[in-house]
């Protein structure tokens, strides 16, 4: 015991003399996010909303409040309002999910133009380094905006550190292939260089027309369903917006009770159409495993 309090007091001694002397080194402790956490701002970034989960789903709850305030003050029922509100809640997750898709679909769709403009650059004399760093400058537009921070970034970290970089921010499995590829064709280097992207623009032409196949097939259904859901919901608010016998009757106990039986419905429909309607796209096989230390 005597040892251990007089190395207590001794170490307790020499943390006070470095802090009075401004040497106590500092400790920094890295905030650790869940790979759901990290999932969600990458989303977000996708979508081009510079904000953070919190701020996003606190906005959607918002809104849904708004919403369910002003249902009820027009048609005098919660029951009537709840589901309406969800869906104005629900609206900023769909919306800025569609945008984040169609701007992932611009830079996928971009890719075989940017693979021809960086074979002419290579063909023109250029490295491959300074045919990619071209892309923030001449190539298409949705490819312009990705590369915009790329030859920063070669510059200081190297080319392939820089299309890691550029791949984490895409996310997509089609620009994942073509960055891994081009990563490959910058280590080998020479006349084989050109092949390789001949090839790959080919493999992604393919892909891309694939893609739009299976999207095109798809779409009718999905706009079906989310009207088959939402369009009783918007006759119900517009037949109890004034008052009279519908009013009347879903603030009895029979109307909550059919509008609780109606809501429980719509959520097994909605999650039964979700379920069979859902894209689960392709995996991104060439992600590196973060470690977990």
């Known amino acids: 015991m005597t040892v251990a309090a007089a190395l207590a007091i001794g170490a307790f001694c020499a943390l006070l003399t470095a802090a009075l002397l401004g040497t106590l080194p500092a400790l920094r402790v890295r905030p650790r996010r869940s790979p759901r956490r990290r999932g969600q701002r990458a989303w977000l970034q996708q979508s081009g909303l510079a904000m953070g989960p919190i701020q996003f789903w606190s906005g959607s709850a918002g809104a849904g409040l708004l919403a369910l305030l002003v249902l009820v003050a027009l048609t005098g029922s919660v029951f009537v309002a709840v589901v309406p509100a969800l869906a104005v809640a629900s609206f900023p997750r769909v919306y800025f999910g569609r945008r ?31 045919a990619i760093g071209a892309l923030a400058t001449s190539g298409p537009p949705p490819l312009r905006e990705a590369f915009a921070r790329f030859p920063d970034w070669a510059r200081v970290l190297g080319t392939v550190p820089a299309l890691e970089l550029v791949r984490a921010d895409l996310a997509d499995p089609t620009s994942d292939r073509v960055v891994e590829v081009l990563a490959v064709a910058h280590e080998r ?105």
Do not use: H
């Open 100 to 130: 984040r898709r169609t701007r992932l679909r611009a830079v996928q769709c971009s890719w075989p133009d940017g693979l021809r403009d960086l074979s002419s650059s290579i063909a023109a004399g250029r490295s491959l380094t300074q």
């Open 189 to 293: 280097g020479g006349s084989v260089v050109r092949t390789i992207l001949d090839d790959l623009v080919d493999a992604t032409t393919r892909d891309l027309k694939l893609a739009d196949e299976l999207e095109t097939e798809g779409l009718e259904m999905r706009i079906n369903a989310r009207a088959v859901v939402v369009l009783p919901w918007l006759v119900l608010v517009a037949l109890t917006a004034r008052p009279g016998p519908f009013r009347a009757f879903y603030r009895s106990g029979g109307g909550i009770a059919t509008l609780l039986v109606a809501a429980g419905l719509s959520v097994l429909g909605v999650a039964v159409l979700g379920r069979l309607s859902r894209d689960e796209g392709e995996p991104r096989v060439l992600v590196p495993v973060e470690g977990g230390a």
